[in-house]
């Protein structure tokens, strides 16, 4: 079955980076758009960024763009998200999810479990 | 504050029909973009629910049904069961602001 799990979250200082990691099996990684969602504890969700299939381009929301750079190695079926310049505000669960269809239509069918990013002094 | 709006909670007897509102604009719902439904129980990935306005996936009970029109879509569960009680997510594209754009969330409690 479609696995895809979320690492790398942690406590971190405002200011600092943290990259996250999403494994991804029992799909064609290499054929998918992938995305990365977050949710503040107890909120909404909230779409951050989407890499096409093949790499080629990235979208970002506005509240990360310039922050964090969205990235994947095939190689490895593994999606990233580098977050730099972190503020207390981007405390939140980290889902990862794989893209069906193409930007900027299409829905994010299957999700990992999320990993905790808290950013706290 | 959502772009999309959905009422915060609604709730239900088993067996009972409920339903959710997502409402839009017309930079997305009424743009023509797909509205997407997702479930979430805190704690647990986010599952889809209904894509592309009234498609479920394999697996999703047919008791689960969706519908677009306009700048709005809607959620209704027919026979209310108690696996039912999690958050219910609407999800879209919004073309003025580029980005995918998801209600606040409804809480569907069964009584």
């Known amino acids: 079955q479609v696995q895809l799990v979320e690492s790398g979250g942690g406590v971190v200082q405002p200011g600092r980076s943290l990259r996250l990691s999403c494994v991804v099996s029992?799909?064609?990684?290499?054929?998918?758009?992938m995305d990365w969602v977050r949710q503040v504890p107890g909120k909404g969700l909230e779409w951050v960024a989407v890499?096409?299939?093949?790499?080629?381009?990235?979208y970002y929301a506005d509240s990360v763009k310039g922050r964090f750079t969205i990235s994947r190695d095939d190689s490895r079926n593994t999606l990233y998200l580098q977050m730099n310049s972190l503020r207390v505000e981007d405390t939140a669960i980290y889902y990862c999810?794989?893209?069906?269809?193409?930007?900027?239509?299409?829905?994010?069918?299957?999700w990992g479990q999320g990993t905790l990013v808290t950013v706290s002094s | 504050q959502s772009v999309l709006t959905q009422p915060p909670s609604v709730s239900g007897a088993p067996g009972q029909r409920v339903s959710i509102s997502c409402t839009g604009s017309?930079?997305?719902?009424?743009?023509?973009?797909?509205v997407h439904w997702y479930q979430h129980l805190p704690g647990t990935a986010p599952k889809v629910l209904m894509y592309?306005?009234?498609n479920r996936p394999s697996g999703v009970p047919d008791r689960f049904s969706g519908s677009k029109s306009g700048t709005s879509a809607s959620l209704v569960i027919t026979g209310l069961q108690a696996e039912d009680e999690a958050d219910y997510y609407c999800?879209?594209?919004?073309?003025?602001?580029?980005?995918?754009?998801f209600g606040p969330g409804t809480k569907v409690t069964v009584l």
């Open positions: 999810a794989s893209h069906h269809g193409s930007h900027p239509a299409g829905y994010f069918d299957y």
């Open positions: 029992g799909l064609t990684f290499s054929g998918y758009g």
């Open positions: 890499i096409y299939y093949d790499g080629s381009k990235q």
């Open positions: 017309s930079s997305n719902i009424g743009a023509g973009y797909d």
């Open positions: 592309r306005n009234s």
């Open positions: 999800q879209s594209y919004d073309s003025s602001l580029s980005l995918y754009v």
